[in-house]
């Protein structure tokens, strides 16, 4: 299993940016995928962006296109969320998630994220 701890959340004004970490341990050689995704409050979970572990390909969602930017640093099994040009509708609990190569997920406590006008 893997166990994931994420950090960076906060508060900052729209147009602000932030970084988020997300840091695995465990088994993570069995990863396979990462991804960040985030729930709003009164709304289903969904996902932000993906990136796989072995090659660094990398997905987002139509709504952070150009504005987010999700990495990892192998060497430190750690993955990342760049965050640029914060709007209020991206006020959200962030989830930080592992897949591994059986198909097990993996998640992170969350870390609150919370963009103000």
């Known amino acids: 299993q893997v166990q994931l701890v994420e950090s960076g959340g906060g508060l900052v004004q729209a147009g602000g940016s932030l970084r988020l970490s997300c840091a695995a341990s465990?088994?993570?050689?069995?990863?396979?995928?990462m991804a960040w995704y985030r729930q709003a409050p009164g709304k289903e979970r969904e996902l932000v962006a993906t990136?796989?572990?072995?090659?660094?390909?990398?997905n987002y969602a139509d709504s952070v296109k150009g504005r987010f930017t999700i990495s990892r640093d192998n060497a430190k099994n750690t993955m990342y969320l760049q965050m640029n040009s914060l709007k209020p509708e991206d006020t959200a609990i962030y989830y930080c998630?592992?897949?591994?190569?059986?198909?097990?997920?993996?998640w992170g406590q969350g870390t609150q994220v919370t963009v103000s006008t």
């Open positions: 465990g088994r993570t050689f069995s990863m396979l995928r």
């Open positions: 998630n592992a897949r591994s190569v059986n198909g097990y997920d993996s």
């Open positions: 990136i796989t572990w072995s090659s660094s390909n990398t």
